[in-house]
C-alpha cells in the first residue's frame, strides 16, 4: 500500500516570502498522479496543483509549483509571494491510476499547517 | 452553480440514531467517493463507487453503507450511530480523463452525542 509523508505539522512564513512544503510518498508503482489540495478554515478542499508522474516537467499553476523528484520519491511544493489567503492546511496525495478501475482513492498525507505572518 | 454538493452542512444527533448525507455531483463524473477526516484532520477514504461498482475500505464499519440512485447521487447511511463517528465526511468525485482529480464537497460535520 502507497503511504505519503508530511514530516512539518506547522510552517511560518512573511507576507511576500517564499515558503516549500515537503511531501514524501512510497509506492512501487512507476505510474502514478500526485496532488496538493489546501483547506482553508472554510473547510472547503481545493485543489492546488497537480502532477502525472510520467511527466518530466515540474508542473505550475502561478505562484504555485512543485519540485518532483521521482527517484526520490518527494513532491514539494513552493508557494512564491505568500499571500494571507494562502493560510491553510495544506495537504499532499497520491493516487494510483491502476486498481479497481479507477475507483480508489486517494491517499493522503497528514497535512501542514501554513501560517501566514503579516 | 456547485459542482458537489452535500447536505446538510452540519448533523448534530444522538448515539444510536440512523443518519444520511446526502451527496450530488453536477460534473458528469463517473466515479463519487465519501471521505472521513477525523479530529486530527487526517483524511481517509472510505468508499469509491464507479459504474455500480463499489469498492469498500476495509476498515469501514459495515453500519455505514453508500446508496447510489443514479450516476449524479452518492448518499452515505450510517446506522446505530456511536460517538467515534463524529467527524467530517467529504463527498467527491472525479473522472479519469481528468487525471483522476477529485473534486471535492463542502463537507458534513457530523456530532454525535
Redesign the interface.
Known sequence: AQTVTQSQPEMSVQEAETVTLSCTYDTSESDY?L?W?K?PP??????VI?Q?AYKQQNATENRFSVNFQKAAKSFSLKISDSQLGDAA?Y?CAY?S?YS?????????G??THLIIQP | DTAVSQTPKYLVTQMGNDKSIKCEQNLGH??M?W?KQDS??????MF????K?L?I?ETVPNRFSPKSPDKAHLNLHINSLELGDSA?Y?C?S?Q?ED??????G??T?LTVL
Open positions: 498522479y496532488f489540495y483547506q472554510s473547510r472547503q478542499m481545493i485543489l497537480r502525472e492546511m495537504f493516487r491510476p479497481g478501475g479507477g475507483a480508489d482513492g486517494l491517499t493522503f497528514k497535512g | 463517473d466515479t467517493y471521505y486530527k484532520k487526517f483524511l481517509k477514504i469509491s463507487y464507479n459504474n461498482e469498492i475500505n467530517v467529504f467527491a472525479s479519469d487525471g483522476w482529480t477529485q473534486y471535492f463542502p463537507g460535520r
